[in-house]
């Protein structure tokens, strides 16, 4: 592989899978929601410990589900990082159908995810 080229994985359910064949990272749109999923797998990758990498996984194919919730997905892509505490807010220029339910879906995603012991601060613990 050559220096100055680096492959890129852009879906949050191959980030890795896309790593372990030598792929060198991800540009995810879940990781504005909750950067430390998308980091913590790169990093138990490298510490070669499958247990985090794992826990990690899991947690961005929950993310995943945000693109779910609507069509295109980037309300429910804000409602989640709002509900993460980014300013974002949860709102598009184009009426989403059903976006209240949308924005309380992935609000409610990302609630379950932040549970100590389920989510992301479970990650950290063996």
């Not at 879906?11 to 980091?39: H, S, Y």
């Not at 220029?93 to 879906?105: F, K, L, M, Q």
């Amino acid at each position: 592989e050559p220096a100055d080229f680096a492959v890129m994985v852009g879906q949050d359910a191959l980030l890795v899978p896309a790593v372990l064949a030598g792929a060198r990272g991800g540009i995810l749109a879940v990781a504005n929601v909750l950067p430390e999923v998308a980091r913590g797998a790169l990093d138990a990758l490298a510490q070669d410990d499958l247990a985090m990498l794992r826990r990690h996984h899991e947690r961005l194919l929950m993310l995943g589900r945000l693109g779910q919730l609507a069509n295109p997905p980037l309300l429910a892509l804000k409602a989640a990082a709002a509900a993460a505490g980014s300013p974002m807010q949860a709102w598009t220029r184009t009426p989403v159908p059903d976006g209240e339910e949308v924005a309380r879906r992935a609000t409610a995603l990302v609630r379950e995810l932040l549970q100590p012991n389920r989510g992301v601060a479970a990650a950290g613990q063996p």
